[in-house]
């Protein structure tokens, strides 16, 4: 049996509500860690200061800095306007640091030519 054929605008929310569980989902899959492991050293350890002395928490902490990197991940890959956007704006750092590393260099040439040799 077939599916029926959903609006445009139903189609845009619900890949909106998709994209908000998938930032959701991503945020608790980075930060729980931490969270739980934060809780279960607090109970063993209530008057102890050494944690910054181990190192799970090091590799916690990084887990819940990754949401970070996610978190665009996610928009690009399901945002085609996003997507267009994110060319648009590197194409135009490409060719603006193009023009900066040519200029860069004409002035070099510049310069080693009206200096006398050694």
């Not at 599916?3 to 608790?28: D, E, H, N, W």
């Amino acid at each position: 049996m077939r599916k029926p054929k959903l609006s445009a605008q139903l189609q845009r929310i619900r890949a909106a509500c998709v994209t908000t569980l998938m930032i959701v989902g991503a945020y608790f899959a980075c930060v729980m860690p931490y969270t739980i492991a934060f809780i279960v050293w607090n109970k063993r350890h209530k008057n102890s200061q050494d944690l910054m002395f181990e190192s799970w928490p090091l590799y916690c902490l990084i887990i819940t800095f990754c949401n970070s990197l996610l978190n665009p991940i996610i928009y690009l890959s399901r945002s085609g306007r996003m997507r267009k956007e994110v060319k648009a704006v590197m194409r135009q750092t490409s060719s603006i640091l193009t023009n900066m590393s040519s200029k860069k260099s004409k002035e070099g040439e510049a310069i080693h030519s009206i200096s006398p040799p050694l």
